[in-house]
């Protein structure tokens, strides 16, 4: 237990400088010590609500959080992972591992892709209600809302049905289609961390039971390790950051679709 605890430190570490939860490697970590997948999502969502509560408050310090959208976004997400923890324990485990492992190579590719100015395109939209014009933290971006949200309920249904919180995808989709900058991006994804993976958290409780002392050690050193990670973040490169990232998403993706053979 304490191996695996200090692990999850290490893990949330190093996601945390990502804005990311950790569920795309919290998962593999428990099916690989023996821990069925039912539980190991519940304790999964449980860990990133709390490395997102973590990573939250310290981004907030920092100034990087885009408040206003985040809770705009927050609706979608969180209602989509609610559904998907609810609907998961009628699923096959065998089916919600390869949607977990594709969810993880689809989020790599986007990420790692160049991003492209979207905000000129957008701003010859004619209808003023379709694109909203955000200034925070430094940075200028267009948000069409009537894609960005459909897309960020649908990531989030599927996320929080495998018991992860979605950032590897929600992340590019306010990228590449919100505009918005990727270290901005990172920050704000922390907020929907807490609160999609709380509501899909709260969809797997109803349905599957909790071991609250596993979970509450591991949230601890999770914690720890989310908010130290959170802190170092801006010590690193935008591109060095993005290619990372990438290179996490495809080791999880592998490193689960060998558990689902092995």
């Not at 306010?174 to 270290?183: A, E, T, Y």
Request: net charge positive; glycine share 8%; proline share 2%.
């Amino acid at each position: 237990m304490i191996i695996l605890a200090l692990v999850l430190f290490a893990v949330s570490f190093i996601l945390a400088i990502f804005g990311k939860g950790g569920g795309e490697f919290y998962i593999p970590i428990f099916l690989t010590a023996g821990i069925p997948f039912s539980r190991a999502s519940a304790t999964s969502l449980f860990l990133i609500m709390t490395a997102g509560l973590s990573m939250m408050i310290v981004y907030h310090r920092k100034s990087l959080v885009d408040w206003k959208t985040a809770f705009i976004i927050i609706l979608a997400s969180a209602s989509g992972a609610f559904l998907g923890g609810l609907v998961s324990s009628s699923i096959n485990p065998l089916y919600l591992k390869a949607t977990f492992a594709l969810l993880l190579i689809v989020s790599a590719y986007f990420i790692s892709r160049p991003v492209r100015a979207h905000t000129h395109r957008l701003q010859k939209v004619r209808y003023e209600w379709l694109v909203w014009r955000r200034k925070c933290c430094g940075e200028s971006y267009c948000f069409s809302l009537l894609i960005v949200l459909p897309l960020i309920f649908l990531v989030a249904f599927l996320a929080g049905m495998v018991g992860i919180s979605g950032g590897g995808l929600i992340v590019p989709i306010l990228v590449l289609i919100g505009g918005m900058h990727l270290r901005v991006a990172f920050a704000t994804n922390s907020v929907m961390v807490f609160f999609s993976s709380f509501t899909g958290f709260l969809g797997h409780a109803i349905k599957t039971g909790i071991d609250w002392h596993f979970t509450l050690v591991m949230a601890l050193f999770v914690a720890s390790g989310a908010v130290l990670g959170a802190h170092y973040s801006s010590r690193f490169k935008l591109h060095h950051m993005k290619r990372a990232f990438a290179w996490i998403l495809i080791i999880a993706a592998a490193w689960t679709l060998a558990k689902i053979f092995v």
